[in-house]
């Protein structure tokens, strides 16, 4: 289960990483909706409260935490 935080860890680095492109960070966040979990959830919410990203990129975490939610992981 150590895997899991640790790859919560890496996405969330990769979605926040403003020296890649916005190719990358959005796959981050879509990998990030994938996963489903209470962890992945409040780092989509973090992604989505945080002002360096785009708007875009900020709709795409709230999208995916609405996902997340209404499947009731």
């Known amino acids: 289960m150590s895997e899991?935080?640790?790859?919560l860890k890496k996405l969330t680095a990769i979605?926040?990483?403003?020296?890649?492109?916005?190719d990358l960070r959005t796959k981050a966040i879509e990998l990030l909706?994938?996963?489903?979990?209470?962890?992945a959830l409040l780092a989509l919410?973090?992604?989505?409260?945080?002002?360096?990203?785009n708007v875009s990129e900020r709709d795409l975490a709230?999208?995916?935490s609405r996902?997340?939610?209404?499947?009731g992981r």
């Open 4 to 7: 899991k935080p640790d790859e």
């Open 15 to 22: 979605a926040t990483d403003m020296g890649l492109s916005v």
């Open 33 to 39: 909706g994938n996963i489903g979990s209470h962890e």
């Open 45 to 53: 919410l973090s992604l989505a409260a945080n002002e360096k990203l």
């Open 62 to 64: 709230l999208k995916k």
């Open 67 to 71: 996902g997340i939610i209404k499947a």
